[in-house]
Nanobody
Framework: QVQLVESGGGLVQAGGSLRLSCAASGSFFSINSMGWYRQAPGKQRELVAGITSGGRTNYADSVKGRFTISRDNAKNTVYLQMNSLKPEDTAIYYC???????????????WGQGTQVTVSS
């Protein structure tokens, strides 16, 4: 059974940094694109950053220049380095990944359980 397990959330003061990690475990053939989403109270879930299997990245305008997404394919892990954090970055952060369980399977998108990031002013 495939799982995405996140870690690294917490409470930080404005201007501080946090690093989120998300590791894929279980049996699968390949991982395609991976990304981080977030959902603040009363708001819709939004894409924060994404990265393809080849390393191409994209970011939400609100985090460009502050957040960096990266991945370690050997460890099946994606990271989100968050610097210069602002109170408006407070949200639950979710990892998302597209996996093929078998070589002949269609891609299916999996979600992590979410990790809370709270930025105090």
């Amino acid at each position: 059974q495939v799982q995405l397990v996140e870690s690294g959330g917490g409470l930080v003061q404005a201007g501080g940094s946090l690093r989120l990690s998300c590791a894929a475990s279980g049996s699968f053939f390949s991982i395609n694109s991976m990304g981080w989403y977030r959902q603040a109270p009363g708001k819709q879930r939004e894409l924060v950053a994404g990265i393809t299997s080849g390393g191409r990245t994209n970011y939400a305008d609100s985090v460009k220049g502050r957040f960096t997404i990266s991945r370690d394919n050997a460890k099946n892990t994606v990271y989100l380095q968050m610097n210069s954090l602002k109170p408006e970055d407070t949200a639950i952060y979710y990892c998302n990944a597209g996996l093929r369980v078998r070589s002949y399977s269609n891609e299916y998108r999996y979600w992590g359980q979410g990790t809370q990031v709270t930025v105090s002013s």
